[in-house]
């Protein structure tokens, strides 16, 4: 039995309406559907233009290694060696640093995402002179690994033996002046940088806050 004008329910046909209420019909249901397009339109735009935003965060994150960073001014040698070491900006402007020259930053595949232009720095395998491993045989050091620590929590690593057995050790060094800028006016300071990685980006580290030496077990 056909309800009276006005009282419409979901499960009538429309067909069953006099001419009148059908146009009524139709047309409520033309501008509700309109409605819902417009509404949820803009709200899908905006949750994919936010998943593209996070996903691009992301990929720039793991690509690139570290963003804003907070510099850094002192760092510490520490874990398995006899004597602990701190190291100021002072006391590494007082120390010989060597032309690093230009170096491309590239990221995990390989692309290029700038130049650190006109650098100096101090190899860090220097800095161990004013230490020593606590070993009874030579042999003993291929055990050993260094973990320099950036103050985002960012980590790289270095064997003992890449850094004192290899070509690399002549190419990682403490970036003390960039771009025509000395190390205490550099934004992203304490750099650390191997030069001679293929993709350079991977170990260039900002903010070294602490080098911890450790032992494999």
């Not at 002046?177 to 934004?187: C, V, Y």
Request: aromatic share 10%.
């Amino acid at each position: 039995m056909r309800k009276g004008p006005g009282t419409l329910h979901s499960g009538c046909e429309c067909s069953d309406l006099p001419e009148n209420e059908r146009i009524a019909f139709s047309e409520t249901n033309r501008n509700k559907h309109k409605f819902v397009f417009l509404f949820k339109n803009p709200i899908e735009k905006m949750m994919k233009s936010a998943a593209f935003v996070f996903l691009s965060l992301l990929v720039s994150s793991l690509a690139w290694g570290q963003r804003a960073i907070t510099p850094t001014n002192e760092f510490t040698i520490s874990g398995k060696v006899k004597t602990e070491l701190k190291f100021s900006l002072a006391d590494l402007s007082a120390m010989p640093s060597v032309l690093i020259g230009d170096v491309e930053i590239t990221n995990h595949k390989g692309e290029p995402k700038g130049t650190a232009k006109n650098m100096k720095g101090i190899l860090l395998k220097d800095l161990f002179s004013k230490t020593e491993f606590p070993v009874e045989k030579p042999k003993e050091l291929s055990a050993f690994y260094i973990t320099c620590i950036a103050s985002d929590g960012y980590k790289i690593v270095y064997s003992w033996n890449e850094l004192f057995n290899t070509e690399t050790g002549n190419h990682v060094f403490i970036v003390m002046e960039k771009d025509g800028e000395k190390a205490a006016d550099l934004e992203d300071r304490i750099l650390m940088i191997s030069t001679s990685d293929f993709k350079s980006g991977r170990r260039y580290l900002k903010g070294l806050q602490k080098i911890v030496v450790q032992r494999v077990d």
